[in-house]
């Protein structure tokens, strides 16, 4: 029995250093990032920008595969199912956390293993011009006084632009009734908009900066983010706007299968800390007023995620959002 035992011990001593040296050699090939939206939009080019990046610290090509579909969730399930090796990664955002908060979709801890946050970017509110709101508080005041009559865009039922819409109407005035439409994305909400089809809407910065710096038929009212934004310095924040604390941000990062090995996570941390350095990522956050704001680490990550499902979750209840009521 002795016998028997130290050899079953002495097997997985000899079995571990293969292991070891395998992910030593990582990585040993061409890594994929799978994107979860089409080519072209402005986290596409984040995510190639971080590739790039990337591949030159580890010395292997990091190809960006496009899979766009059902909100995230077809990127999500595919990089899920892939072999946890290291070879293929994935772009992560807030909205995949809503997606699993509100519409259980998948449950996105057992599919993914968090490595880094990269960046934040903010929300925007805005109003018909002609509406004649001179801030944030003038139209929250509005839709106090009038229940159901103004009308709001923002881009999906469970997008983050309606998370945010939700918590800053809890943070208002509890029971603050707006006549809610979902469209398929921000940017149609604003083309909406400037039909003349809705009052007031939600969308992502880089989508009305046009709007801030040249005023027209849309009046852009406050940004979600704890301070001012250098790209648009002239418009106030929604605590400045309301009086009271509330901040709300986008946020991107990169993810591994569930089951990736530990060694390799570190290193795809580094290369992701690396990249977020780079003098070309720097300028395009500055340039599409993105604040790089990376996790200290793995493990501060996946915290951030747990925290915001759990929030996310509690919010989807009190609103009754994941069983289509507004």
């Not at 072999?83 to 993914?112: C, E, M």
């Not at 929250?140 to 865009?153: A, M, T, W």
């Not at 990249?275 to 680490?297: H, L, M, T, W």
Request: aromatic share 8%.
């Amino acid at each position: 029995m002795k016998r028997r035992s130290f050899l079953a011990a002495s097997s997985a001593l000899i079995v571990s250093p293969i292991v070891l040296a395998k992910n030593s050699d990582w990585p040993g090939r061409e890594i994929r990032l799978l994107h979860p939206f089409t080519a072209g939009d402005q986290t596409d080019v984040s995510a190639r920008i971080i590739a790039a990046a990337m591949s030159e610290r580890l010395g292997v090509s990091i190809v960006v595969q496009n899979k766009p579909g059902a909100g995230g969730v077809s990127a999500l399930r595919e990089l899920g199912s892939s072999k946890p090796d290291g070879h293929t990664i994935g772009y992560i955002s807030n909205g995949n956390v809503s997606l699993d908060a509100i519409f259980q979709r998948y449950d996105l801890l057992n599919l993914i293993d968090p490595i880094a946050r990269l960046a934040d970017s903010a929300q925007t509110l805005y109003a018909r011009s002609s509406k004649g709101y001179h801030s944030l508080s003038d139209m929250l005041e509005d839709i106090k006084r009038n229940p159901k009559k103004v009308s709001l865009g923002v881009g999906g039922l469970g997008a983050p632009s309606h998370v945010m819409w939700e918590m800053l109407a809890t943070e208002f005035e509890p029971n603050l009734d707006v006549n809610l439409i979902p469209y398929k994305s921000a940017t149609e909400a604003t083309q909406a908009m400037l039909g003349g089809y809705i009052d007031a809407g939600v969308s992502f910065l880089t989508g009305v900066v046009p709007y801030i710096q040249k005023p027209g038929a849309i009046q852009v009212l406050a940004i979600s983010s704890k301070e001012r934004n250098r790209l648009v310095p002239q418009l106030p924040t929604i605590s400045e706007s309301i009086g009271k604390d509330f901040v709300f941000m986008n946020w991107n990062g990169l993810c591994a299968p569930k089951g990736t090995p530990p060694e390799v996570s570190r290193k795809l941390f580094d290369a992701a800390m690396y990249a977020v350095k780079s003098e070309r990522y720097q300028k395009f956050c500055a340039d599409y007023g993105v604040i790089i704001n990376p996790s200290p680490n793995s493990a501060v990550f996946r915290s951030e995620i747990e925290i915001a499902l759990k929030q996310e979750r509690a919010l989807a209840k009190a609103k009754n959002i994941n069983q289509g009521g507004i």
